[in-house]
Structures are given as structure tokens and as C-alpha cells.
């Protein structure tokens, strides 16, 4: 190759990444919560349904996490359309029977008639898994555990956590009441 030839492509190469790197790079700008499948009320409802799962206490909890969000981002990216389906009309569902159950939809409801919904709800989940069958609830609340425990503040305060580990060690022991581990 002949020296003209290769200050060509190195020009070439130069000017596309300076013209197309804010192309290149767009991969990688934060996420930000899709408005496509999920209306701001129904990060809010998510959040609010995380938040009754996994309330703040001496950590913070899931709405301090922003578990609503994470959980639009990873249904609206992750899911595939009947996974997508399953989960929005899950959401729908819960409103209607909540407002069956306590009269109010669940957002205007009290955090202890929340509580007690979102248990009679994981009763029934158990009960439909143990037959065999689907509730949306399990899928409800797989998200929200898996979104707040790969939070910073979910992996960080909720859980032990270690970011440089050191020796390995095959098996810890555990104590009651101790925070788990982030492995």
C-alpha cells in the first residue's frame, strides 16, 4: 500500500468517527422508561406495588430504588409480546380486583389495605402455581425482587455486598436475620 492510499483511509476513517460517533455512541446514553407500552400512572402503580412488597425501613425501599421504571424498561425490552401482554393485563387486572376487594383502586388505597391485597393476591398466585396454572402476581413480583436487588441500592444496602472480593470461599455461614450476599 502505497502512502497516499493509506493517508486516505486513515482520513476517511477519522472524519466517519468524528461525523458519526454521536451515531456510534448512542447505545450508550442511560435507558430512560419507554412511553410506548407504559403511561407515567402506571409507573407509579408499579412503583407503588414495589414499594408495598419491599417498604423502605432502616434501607431505602423499592420507590427510592426506582424499581417502577426499571420494570417498564425491562418489560418493554426484555419480555416478548405474550410476556408483554401477560404482564399489562396483569396490571389491569390487579387495579380491577383491588377496587373489588377494597373499593378504592390502588393508589388511593391506605398502605395497609394495600398490604393485606398485594398477600391475599400472592395466596392466590401460590395456590394457581401449585395446581399448575399462571397468576399474574408471580410474574408481578419476580420483577419487583429482581429490579430492586440489581439496584445500586438494592445490591449495596439490601444485601452484603463486597465490590473487590477476596479469597474464595465456598461456603459462608449464615445467621438469621443477617443480610444475604451479592454474588
Given at each position: ?12 476513517i ?11 455512541l ?9 412511553t ?46 405474550d ?22 383502586s ?52 439490601g ?25
Amino acid at each position: 500500500m502505497d502512502r497516499r492510499t493509506l493517508l486516505r483511509s486513515i482520513a476517511i476513517i477519522t472524519g466517519a468517527t468524528v461525523v458519526g460517533g454521536e451515531w456510534l455512541l448512542s447505545g450508550c446514553k442511560s435507558p430512560q422508561a419507554k412511553t410506548g407500552l407504559f403511561s407515567t400512572q402506571d409507573v407509579s402503580l408499579m412503583d407503588e406495588i414495589a414499594e408495598t412488597i419491599l417498604p423502605a425501613t432502616d434501607i431505602p425501599g423499592a420507590k427510592a430504588a426506582g424499581v417502577g421504571s426499571f420494570m417498564a424498561l425491562m418489560v418493554e425490552d426484555c419480555y416478548n409480546p405474550d410476556q408483554q401482554n401477560a404482564f399489562t393485563e396483569g396490571l389491569t387486572s390487579l387495579e380491577a380486583q383491588c377496587l373489588k376487594s377494597t373499593g378504592k383502586s390502588f393508589l388511593a388505597a391506605q398502605p395497609a389495605d394495600r398490604e393485606t391485597f398485594l398477600i391475599a393476591q400472592d395466596q392466590e398466585a401460590k395456590k394457581a402455581l401449585a395446581e399448575g396454572g399462571f397468576h399474574y402476581f408471580t410474574m408481578i413480583k419476580q420483577l419487583v425482587l429482581f429490579s430492586y436487588f440489581t439496584t445500586e441500592i438494592g445490591a449495596t444496602q439490601g444485601l452484603r455486598y463486597v465490590s473487590v472480593p477476596g479469597r474464595y470461599e465456598g461456603c459462608i455461614p449464615y445467621v438469621k436475620g443477617e443480610k444475604a450476599w451479592a454474588l
